[in-house]
């Protein structure tokens, strides 16, 4: 009776260790998860898009430039809407495309659609876009000039989806980053902080003959953006 008495109290003892054993585990081990995801957002700054013809920029109120505008609209934060009206032979429409990061994670350029042209065909058939060149600004105020390819112009109207898609092919905006499309290439010393030009334009040639007099056309640029892989 004794011994079993001995067993009994062995057997209650080794389970209140192993109880507070497992007590000393739980109270101990605290795991605590996080989890937050990204955001994805690429799109068209509104405060700096915009089409307006290249000799109303001369002495302009850039300021006023938004509520002058007649030229584009945003139609979404990816698509522009240009409008070229009152043209004639020898003018230019300045093209004023801004693209920047908003979200939190790297983006990659996916594809440029160019949709249309809408309006007077013998004016679509004309209208040229002398040179296209990009650069990305980044976050931390430097600039880098995109590859040039095929830079040498003009271009017609009807090349100049290829000619954006090939431009900005492997093109990856990090957090923060601005993609600018502009005229010329003029973007050697913009490190230092030299101002570039923001825009690329379209111009109708000083050939064009009287059939292009008071025509109008519209086209769209949507420009679309993937996650990296």
Not at 39 to 47: E, G, L, P, Y
Not at 98 to 113: H, L
Request: hydrophobic share 35%; proline share 4%; net charge negative.
């Amino acid at each position: 009776m004794k011994k079993a008495k001995i067993i009994t109290a062995a057997v209650l003892a080794a389970t209140l260790l192993m109880g507070a054993g497992y007590a000393s585990w739980n109270d101990n081990v605290k795991i605590k998860n996080s989890v937050e995801t990204g955001t994805f957002n690429v799109s068209f700054d509104k405060d700096n898009c915009w089409v307006l013809p290249s000799d109303s920029l001369v002495n302009a109120d850039m300021n006023k430039i938004e509520s002058d505008n007649l030229y584009s609209t945003l139609k979404d934060t990816k698509t522009l809407e240009v409008t070229l009206k009152n043209m004639y032979p020898g003018s230019e429409v300045c093209v004023n495309t801004v693209m920047k990061n908003y979200g939190s994670i790297p983006a990659k350029f996916d594809n440029v659609e160019v949709s249309g042209p809408t309006g007077d065909n013998g004016l679509i058939q004309d209208l040229e876009v002398p040179f296209l060149y990009g650069y990305i600004e980044h976050k931390n105020g430097t600039v880098s000039s995109l590859p040039d390819v095929d830079s040498k112009g003009p271009i017609k109207l009807s090349q100049l989806q290829a000619k954006m898609n090939n431009l900005l092919s492997n093109v990856i905006l990090q957090p923060g980053d601005t993609l600018k499309l502009q005229k010329s290439n003029n973007n050697k010393n913009n490190n230092s902080g030299i101002a570039v030009e923001d825009h690329f334009n379209i111009e109708l040639p000083k050939d064009s003959t009287n059939i292009t007099q008071n025509k109008e056309a519209k086209f769209d640029i949507t420009i679309s953006w993937k996650q990296v892989d």
